[in-house]
């Protein structure tokens, strides 16, 4: 029996220990997409107790505190940052098989030195030493990514963002990590939801564009994205039920918009063509720019309209939606590809029944201007464990290139959560170790070694060209 989380976690053969440790931990990280928060980077936060690193905003943890039966006081309520870490105790021992053990644990490993399983009786002794580490120096936001072994984070950014932490760290000599923007236009687009006219109301008044028809709304846009873009921005990101193609004329989507604006009801059949007409302009506009497009979709959101009047969105209330249709995503991309407008792009879905549909779909769309131009992204979310990482990555080597991959992700808004790099690298390294020990590969570490290198690392940077 091995012992419980050593140096050689989830490495089951000789092959994945040698290529892990020799190869993957030594590459440094770029979490080219997150949702932390650049003013806690630029003011050098410090956290006074483990809850708030752990349970602050970690709707992940918070699921699972009501899995096991406890009450929201001690969730997102007002119990003590030690009741809530005793709370989160208790339902860790019961989180057998869930990644949330395996990272909760890696956290305490390499951020605190603490390598005993945490149970509900030595919580409180725990819970003290991780605060007085957290004291120490070392334990501040730029420190903790600086001992990660970061060297690029993109941030998650609305166009109407002022991106001023962002450069106030640019300007900072005194830390060398690279805090970029990323462009999250959801709000301009999302033209179904009861707030998006007075979004554009302030789209308008920060681009200097006055926005009564869809040509007004593109040099709005542009505008910001040109301000994103002298400030670093190289990437782009959108949440989306699901990839829709829907196509209309620019007099239709003047209509539509025009309508919203007067505070008129809009079809579903004309939100889907304004959210496509909008997709096409935007994708457009990152292949000029030569930014990378994530599309992340597949999620049902908000289920518990009871506890979403409580506390709100992205508090652990959301599920995988199993809508998405492949004929629309394909439809789109060939639209952007049919004038050579279609950018770099990284397509996830939440439902993993759609691995294979990605894998086949990204092959129809590559060409000679970048390796691996159309990607699979990672394991998002709900999938980002042991068996929806390797599904993901044995879905992606069977229908296409695994070694072209830019990897991992954190997704995360705690500072703690670059050992989810780590996780990854890990299962990484045992996929390939057990496809070399079974004869499917060779056991050549030049080849090997650097596809270990490129997928943790090097594909990422060159990709993005950060």
């Known amino acids: 029996m091995q012992e419980f989380m050593t140096k050689d976690f989830l490495l089951s053969t000789e092959t994945a220990k040698k290529l892990y440790h020799e190869y993957a931990a030594k590459m440094p990280i770029i979490d080219y997409h997150c949702h932390i928060n650049p003013k806690e980077i630029a003011e050098d936060r410090k956290f006074e107790t483990i809850t708030q690193v752990w349970l602050g905003g970690d709707h992940y943890k918070w699921r699972q505190m009501r899995s096991n039966g406890i009450d929201e006081k001690y969730i997102t309520g007002d119990a003590s940052d030690r009741e809530k870490f005793r709370a989160w105790a208790a339902t860790l021992e019961k989180a057998i098989g869930n ?25 409180d002794k725990i819970f003290d030493i991780c605060n007085k580490r957290l004291a120490e120096a070392d334990s501040s936001v730029r420190n903790l990514i600086r001992r990660s072994n970061v060297d690029t984070i993109c941030t998650t950014d609305d166009p109407v963002d002022t991106l001023e932490w962002h450069e106030k760290i640019k300007n900072d000599s005194s830390f060398d990590v690279k805090v970029l923007p990323a462009w999250r ?115 049902k959101r908000d289920n518990n309209r009871l506890m979403f ?67 699979q992204g990672s394991a998002w979310w709900f999938n980002d464990h042991k068996t929806g990482m390797t599904e993901q990555m044995t879905s992606l080597a069977n229908l296409g290139l695994l070694a072209n991959f830019v990897g991992m992700l954190t997704d995360s808004r705690s500072f703690l959560s670059y050992t989810r790099h780590e996780y990854f690298r890990r299962i990484l390294c045992d996929l390939l170790g057990k496809w070399v020990e079974n004869g499917e590969y060779p056991a050549d570490y030049r080849v090997l070694g650097d596809i270990v290198r490129n997928i943790s690392y090097n594909n990422c940077r060159n990709y993005f060209g950060f």
């Open 99 to 123: 990644p949330l053990y395996h990272w909760s644990h890696l956290e305490l490993q390499r951020y605190f030195d603490i390598y005993e399983p945490l149970t509900t009786e030595n919580c």
């Open 309 to 375: 009047n409580k506390i709100g969105p992205d508090t652990g209330y959301d599920a995988i939606n199993n809508y998405a249709p492949a004929a629309e995503l394909a439809d789109f991309l060939n639209a952007l590809n049919a004038t050579d407008e279609l950018p770099k792009t990284i397509i996830y879905s939440l439902n993993p029944c759609d691995n294979a549909v990605i894998g086949t779909i990204i092959g129809c769309f590559q060409d000679g201007s970048a390796v691996g131009k159309i990607q």
């Open 185 to 299: 236009p959801d709000k301009a687009m999302n033209i179904e939801k009861p707030d998006f006219c007075a979004y554009i109301e302030k789209l308008s008044e920060v681009s200097g564009v006055k926005i009564s028809c869809f040509d007004d709304l593109a040099k709005a846009l542009i505008n910001r994205m040109e301000y994103f873009n002298e400030r670093g921005c190289r990437v782009s990101d959108h949440g989306l039920n699901y990839v829709t193609y829907k196509p209309a004329t620019e007099e239709e989507l003047d209509h539509i918009l025009a309508k919203k604006l007067d505070g008129e009801e809009i079809s579903k059949d004309e939100e889907l063509k304004f959210k496509t007409g909008f997709m096409l302009f935007v994708g457009r506009e990152y292949h000029r720019l030569g930014w990378v497009m994530q599309l992340h979709y597949g999620a």
